[in-house]
């Protein structure tokens, strides 16, 4: 099939419900490449002629491929576009989602209610994650997350100024940051950085988490990057320890028979899934 004469459109709703339009459009093209319909160094129709199949920003189709390419499923080449890789190599299943999305495969419908928001000076750690002078002015949003209707997070988030003013006007009761800077504003959430700790709740968290004060919680610090590495926010994201945890999946990789083990090709990461608990 020549990716030249791709012309149909493709109803996304109709492949995986839910997921967010990048991953439907990276799983349409995936199996078109194991159903045999793009071949191993077969070139793949274009960023323009995908966002047409599709009805989406080439934002969203530059956001798919980024992922296929990954993956090793597929190599892009400057000016010529992309082209299907000898044989797919999966990478690593680790991702940056949003809540929303956390909580849709969870099988669970979110929402969020809005505590405060508005322009704060920054302080030295906000400052120091989003690459600013101390006291530049940010946008603070902070948020209580829930699932089918019961608390499960509370979010305290840092925009630069320029960010802040683009979700400012949004109803962010049923939208996520994520989903307005890259549907509406085609800046696109490029890559993220997690670190998790453990901490306890003070007055003000128990009353929005619905738990008792110094009970124990888990603390992610997340920052999320667009194009060229420009931090879009800062978070700090608490959970209740009862209704939240991780399951990491990892490969062993073997060494054996080496006298001093080799570096590995690929992180053994397979996959971090997060596991919601219903009350």
Known sequence: MNSEKVSQS??????KPGLPLHEQISHWIETKIDEGVYESDQKLPSEFQLSEMFNVSRVTV????????????????????????KG?????????????????????????????????????????????????KVFQLDRQRLGDNQPMAMDETWLPFAYGQLIESVDLGNRTIFSILEQDY???????CYQITATSASEMLAKSLQTHEGDALLLLH????????????????????DSFAYEMRLDRVENEGQATPQPFDETPIREIVPIFHRK
């Open 222 to 241: 997340r920052i999320a990057y667009t194009v060229g590495d420009k931090p879009i926010f800062y978070q700090r994201r608490y959970y209740r320890s």
């Open 62 to 85: 530059r956001r798919a491929l980024q992922t296929l390419e990954s993956n090793r499923i597929i190599y892009r080449c400057q000016g010529l576009g992309s082209f299907v890789g």
């Open 88 to 136: 797919k190599t999966r990478q690593p299943l680790v991702r940056l989602t949003d809540f929303m999305e956390d909580m849709h495969r969870a099988g669970m419908e979110a929402k969020s209610v809005v505590l405060s928001m508005g322009v704060v000076d920054a302080t030295a750690e906000v400052a120091e994650q989003l690459g600013l002078a101390e006291g530049q």
């Open 186 to 192: 085609e800046i696109p959430v490029m890559r993220g």
């Open 10 to 15: 493709v109803e996304l709703s109709a492949l």
